[in-house]
Structures are given as C-alpha cells and as structure tokens.
C-alpha cells in the first residue's frame, strides 16, 4: 500500500496591523464614496455659489493677503466640480477594490491602491492648480500617504 504525503494548505494568518490598516481604509473609502456621490450631487450649487461670491468679490477680497490665490482655486474647484467628483468616486471604489485584495493578502492589492492614491491626490493638483487652494490639498494628503507607507511596510506579508 502506498502512502500519500497530502500537505495540508495552511493559510497564512494575516498580521494584527494589516487588519487595522484594512479595517480603517474600509471605513474610509466607504465614507469617500459618500462624499464623492454627495459632491456630484451638489456639484452643481457649488458652481453657482461660487460665481456669486465671484461676481460680488472685487476689490475688498483682494486686500485680504493670499485670498485672490485662493478665489482662484475655489473657481477652478467650480469649473471642474463633476470631474472631480467622479474622480472621488473611482479612486475610492479602486482603493476599495485594493484593499480588499490585501486583506486577501495580494501584493496586486497593494498596487492598485498606490496607484488610486496617487491619481486621488495629482489629479486635483492638476486641475484646480497649485497657489494656497492646492497647497491646502498637498496637506490633506498626509493620510493617504501615511498609509501607503504603512501598507508597504506590510508587503513582506502579501503574496
């Protein structure tokens, strides 16, 4: 009679940091694509009001040191409100989409997020443009690169 060797497939356990990583970003991209869909929704407004406040500005919001660069951003937000938008949704929907292939524990995960991440943070910058309004954007995305960072150093755990 002969004798099978059968290797019983151990999955691998996924570490207590991946889980918070994964957990965290489930909240918030579930919360992003909220926001995204609320921002579509009221895309619309947000151009009018801003070419209102645009329209009565002038000369007293110039005087206010830095204002006219951040006028200008908050305008170029208007103009392309439903692009960026949808450019929320997807880059939330594709960080979904990643996480849950690292919580799977797939390096692929891993790289689509980086690269929704990154198109979530230049794609804004190219749009509306640098000055304070992009400078105010390049701050808010410490967290998104903070998490970068701490899914990679989780890589050695993914395969």
């Known amino acids: 009679m002969e004798q099978t060797n059968m290797e019983t497939a151990v999955p691998a356990k996924r570490p207590q940091f991946l889980n918070v990583l994964c957990i ?3 909240i918030g991209t579930g919360i992003g694509i909220i926001m995204g869909v609320y921002h579509l ?3 619309g407004a947000s151009q009018e009001a801003i070419a209102a406040l645009d329209s009565m500005g ?3 919001m110039a005087a206010i040191p830095g204002m006219e660069s951040m006028m200008d951003g908050a305008i170029a ?3 392309y409100a439903y692009v960026l938008a ?3 949704i997807v880059c939330n929907l594709l960080c979904l989409f990643g996480v849950l292939q690292m919580w799977k524990l797939k390096k692929m995960g891993f790289y689509i997020y980086l690269v929704a991440q990154l198109i979530a943070i230049v794609a804004p910058l190219i749009l509306v443009g640098g000055g304070l309004f992009g400078g105010l954007m390049l701050v808010m995305a410490i967290f998104p690169i903070a998490f ?3 899914y990679g150093l989780n890589l050695k755990h993914m395969q």
């Open 77 to 79: 937000a208007a103009k």
């Open 86 to 88: 949808a450019l929320e």
């Open 58 to 60: 002038g000369e007293d």
């Open 148 to 150: 970068i960072v701490m």
């Open 41 to 43: 929704a009221t895309a």
């Open 24 to 26: 965290l970003s489930f």
